[in-house]
């Protein structure tokens, strides 16, 4: 009798831990709130851009403009990956959203943290292709070693995604031989 009242009480601490790590999830939720903040500071941020070459048009030159709207796309793709972060983590790792909305985005049905990995570095390397491309366009007032190692962070994002991309593929086709 003492040895079943053990064991109980031992499965009733083991399941009140696995429910307080559980939970635990949820301290990620102040963190998505911050980035919804941060998201809304690059709204501001495109608005401010969007104004300065509106009004400045008539004084800018072509490669500023050309800068000025590199820039515009940068921040729309900051937002962008803000979004999937937002949206994709939380539904991945706090809880489902939940939402039976038309513009519910397609990717969001089959998330999980191997897609979410995947699209965050295409992200990212979308991002670092508007800053090389800056880089370009503004190479006459950077110094070489300024050009080399964009260059070379461009590239090692290629990599990792693209061993990202293959380690994803290896774990889909061990998953599917389990099965």
């Given at each position: 009798m003492k040895i079943n009242q053990e064991k109980t009480?031992?499965?009733l601490a083991e399941r009140y831990l696995a429910a307080v790590i559980f939970s635990s999830r949820w301290l990620q939720a102040p963190l998505y709130l911050g980035l919804i903040i941060a998201q809304a500071i690059y709204v501001y941020l495109f608005i401010v851009e969007l104004a300065h070459?509106?009004?400045?048009?008539h004084r800018i030159g072509e490669n500023e403009i050309m800068l000025i709207v590199l820039g515009l796309i940068d921040v729309v793709m900051i937002s962008n990956l803000l979004i999937m972060v937002i949206i994709g983590g939380?539904?991945?790792?706090?809880?489902?959203?939940?939402i039976d909305h038309?513009?519910?985005p397609?990717?969001?049905s089959h998330v999980n943290a191997n897609t979410?990995?995947?699209?965050?570095?295409?992200?990212l390397i979308g991002i670092s292709s508007i800053h090389l491309l800056k880089t370009f366009i503004n190479i006459d007032?950077?110094?070489e070693n300024n050009v080399k190692w964009q260059v070379v962070i461009h590239a090692l994002f290629l990599l990792s995604a693209?061993?990202?991309a293959y380690t994803s593929k290896i774990a889909q086709a061990v998953a599917s031989e389990e099965a």
């Open positions: 009480q031992k499965g070459l509106i009004t400045d048009i939380y539904e991945t790792f706090v809880s489902r959203l939940r038309p513009d519910i397609e990717w969001l979410m990995k995947i699209k965050l570095a295409l992200a007032h950077l110094s693209l061993a990202m």
